[in-house]
């Protein structure tokens, strides 16, 4: 069935003009401004900025943090991954389920205001085990903040924006990751030098004080989402909903992410290779970012300071880049395929592969530096239609639950791959100084395979988009 020759980059079930069809019975939902949207936008930037400056500068800290604490390989990766997302596994999707029930700026600010708590924390984190104690909850506070974000933008925006929106939000990204290795690499150049201080019994190391300041700015962050205003839910066809007098039990089981579960799954041809091939994208993405910077330093003897200073500017280039490169190919797509969000993000996928692959090869860091950044802007050149293509066709009921099993598995995956990295670093390739071959060999191995995946769910991903398409008319 033909699509209608209308752009289909949106993030939303609905056009707007075709929405749910009328009902003379149920009551307008009160007007939302878009001076109210763009706040929302702006708060949620902020959050997102914060969320992914404090993983950038932790990142950084990786060869002090090893020093300072004796660890191996292997601990390492396992303190910057798995250990972040053990308790995501049992508090990530109930917090996504409340996303759809309760307001979700409510959820916004307490889920911003644990994670700014637990960065706080680790500052004063005295041997391995209470570091990877307060890793272990830090992913609590940033569980529910996608998915949150995700619905709430959704409501908030006109189907018609919806993807300018989303676009947006990549701004937060893009400033943590790029502010985060310039003024990372500076504080941490200026913290190492100062000695350890005493407080209470407990002692401080230099660069610990850069985590506890981190936590602070958070709290802040929580406070301004108290001042957004909650956009009324936009109904969609597709949920699974309760039966009207179900068991205390079954409504329990809601929180699981059971129902969620049970869409996802009938539409598997759709969802399952998209959730694969980002589940593979993600080990090797997580790994490679978190493991540049002693890369940098193990194989061109550079420190922190200049890593941050060069990695900063190409990368604020390549995500703005990305993002322009992104809007303009999607938009371009949409007018000739109805598949148009998965499209672009399987051909961005294919690029990433092969820029992560060169960039470990190449004979110095600036070079090093400069393919990884080019990979940076096809990474998010796809982020956005990739995000799109779930928002598109996730039913709007348990959008978030399904948001939330989605980033799950980017998170849980992700977080696998430092700790793999680590892992075949230590016990396959061996040399510490040989780093660069283990990204190699994991790069050849994930990517390629996430790129087929990619490719194997255009059609479904098509197929279901018409259907849509043809209900909501």
């Not at 500076?186 to 019994?201: D, E, F, K, R, S």
């Not at 190919?329 to 598949?339: I, N, S």
């Not at 692959?357 to 190449?362: E, K, S, Y």
């Not at 996430?450 to 769910?457: E, G, K, Q, S």
């Amino acid at each position: 069935m033909a699509l209608a020759p209308a752009p289909i980059a949106t993030d939303s079930l609905w056009d707007e003009e075709a929405a749910v069809p009328s009902d003379p019975t149920r009551a307008a939902p009160p007007p939302y401004s878009m001076a109210a949207a763009y706040w929302a936008l702006f708060v949620i930037i902020l959050a997102t900025f914060i969320t992914f400056f404090e993983q950038v500068v932790f990142a950084m800290l990786a060869e002090r943090i090893k020093a300072d604490f004796g660890l191996s390989d292997s601990q390492l990766g396992f303190l910057a991954g798995p250990a972040s997302i053990i308790c995501y596994l049992f508090v990530g999707i109930p917090l996504a389920r409340l996303a759809d029930i309760f307001p979700r700026k409510f959820v916004l600010a307490g889920g911003v205001a644990a994670l700014g708590v637990i960065t706080s924390l680790g500052g004063i984190a005295q041997n391995f085990g209470q570091f990877v104690g307060t890793r272990v909850f830090l992913a609590a506070g940033g569980s529910a903040h996608a998915p949150s974000s995700y619905s709430l933008l959704a409501d908030a925006f006109p189907p018609r924006i919806l993807t300018r929106a989303f676009a947006l939000l990549q701004f937060g990204f893009i400033g943590g990751t790029t502010l985060g290795p310039a003024i990372g690499g500076m504080l941490i150049a200026t913290a190492v030098g100062w000695a350890p201080t005493q407080h209470g019994g407990i002692t401080i190391l230099g660069w610990q004080w850069l985590m506890i300041w981190l936590g602070l700015p958070a709290l802040l962050v929580s406070l301004l989402f108290l001042t957004i205003k909650e956009p009324p839910r936009r109904m969609a066809t597709g949920a699974i909903t309760l039966p009207q007098g179900a068991s205390l039990g079954r409504r329990i089981l809601t929180f699981t992410g059971l129902d969620a579960a049970k869409a996802i799954h009938a539409k598997r041809r759709v969802y399952y290779p998209l959730f694969a091939g980002l589940a593979l994208s993600a080990i090797e993405t997580f790994g490679l970012q978190f493991w540049r910077v002693p890369f940098m330093i193990r194989t061109y003897g550079w420190n922190e300071a200049q890593i941050g200073a060069v990695m900063g500017s190409l990368t604020l280039a390549a995500s703005l880049t990305g993002l322009l490169l992104g809007g303009i190919f999607v938009e371009w797509l949409a007018k000739r395929y109805a598949d148009a969000n998965v499209r672009a993000a399987a051909i961005f996928f294919s690029c990433v592969t092969v820029c992560a692959i060169l960039a470990p090869m190449m004979p110095n860091g600036y070079a090093s530096l400069g393919v990884a950044s080019i990979g940076a802007m096809f990474g998010i050149a796809g982020a956005v239609p990739q995000n799109a293509a779930i928002q598109r066709v996730a039913p709007n009921a348990m959008r978030g639950q399904v948001t939330a099993i989605y980033l799950f598995m980017f998170t849980f995956f992700g977080a696998m791959g430092s700790f793999l990295v680590g892992l075949v670093q230590d016990y396959v390739i061996g040399d510490p100084t040989q780093l660069w071959k283990t990204l190699v060999l994991t790069a050849s191995l994930l990517l390629p395979l996430a790129t087929l995946c990619m490719i194997r769910a255009i059609r479904p991903y098509r197929e279901e988009v018409e259907r849509l398409a043809a209900e909501a008319v």
